[in-house]
């Protein structure tokens, strides 16, 4: 990665977090840890069971939440344009952007994995099978996030179909991710292939994209 995008990615950072978006992922992410007990009950042996399963899709949801923000804002504002005239690859810039959304998304989503496991009354071992999961999947939403905001950024009503073009594509994550909890170290195998595939793929994908934007 050139180094001419380090500060590319400081500042999509500290927008991340300075712009309230990481607390609003974490708000949502513990909405989601918090209510769900109350729909099932207080069956504890239920709550360990499915919790995995709950964080998983609470992430997938949190780090949808910020697609239109990814991309869109600087393709109207001619960021893209002015980084291709300085002989920047759109690859490159959307693997930075993706590395960006990564660091702003996913420590603060981790931590708060910390409360929600206490709420789903997850065990020890269960929560660091869990936030292992976490670690080797959010990658690979993070870049499935920023390739989706890309696809999208030129649309009218980007949200509403970015959630439709990328919950589809995040099942695989959210399948092994889940599984991780009863598969063990061959879930976490299938999900760091996948993981992989999308860090390595989307930024091309994504990239393409922008370029169709800007023309």
Do not use: E, K, N
């Given at each position: 990665m050139s180094g001419s995008l380090w500060p590319l990615i400081r500042?999509?950072?500290?927008?991340?977090?300075?712009?309230?978006?990481?607390?609003?992922?974490?708000?949502?992410?513990?909405?989601?840890?918090?209510l769900f007990p109350f729909a099932i009950g207080p069956d504890a042996a239920?709550?360990?069971?499915?919790?995995g399963g709950v964080i998983w899709a609470a992430a997938l949801l949190a780090a949808l939440m910020p697609v239109e923000r990814l991309v869109a804002p600087d393709l109207e504002a001619g960021v893209f344009d002015q980084?291709?005239?300085?002989?920047?690859?759109?690859?490159?810039?959307?693997?930075?952007?993706?590395?960006?959304?990564?660091?702003?998304?996913?420590?603060?989503?981790?931590?708060?994995?910390?409360?929600a496991a206490g709420l789903l009354d997850l065990s020890a071992e269960t929560l660091l099978l869990v936030e292992a999961g976490l670690a080797i999947g959010t990658p690979g939403l993070a870049a499935?996030?920023?390739?989706?905001?890309?696809?999208?950024?030129?649309?009218?009503?980007?949200?509403?179909?970015?959630?439709?073009?990328?919950?589809?594509?995040a099942v695989p994550l959210l399948i092994f991710g889940a599984g991780a909890l009863s598969g063990g170290a061959s879930a976490l195998k299938l999900l760091a292939a996948v993981s992989l595939l999308l860090v390595a793929g989307a930024p091309f994908v994504a990239g393409a994209a922008i370029r169709a934007a800007m023309e």
């Open positions: 500042r999509d950072v500290r927008r991340g977090y300075a712009g309230g978006g990481a607390t609003l992922v974490v708000v949502f992410f513990l909405l989601v840890a918090t239920l709550l360990a069971r499915v919790g980084l291709a005239i300085r002989g920047q690859s759109l690859a490159a810039v959307a693997a930075a952007r993706m590395l960006a959304h990564w660091l702003a998304f996913a420590p603060p989503l981790m931590l708060a994995t910390v409360i499935l996030a920023v390739a989706t905001a890309a696809l999208t950024a030129s649309l009218r009503g980007a949200g509403a179909i970015a959630g439709l073009v990328m919950l589809p594509l």
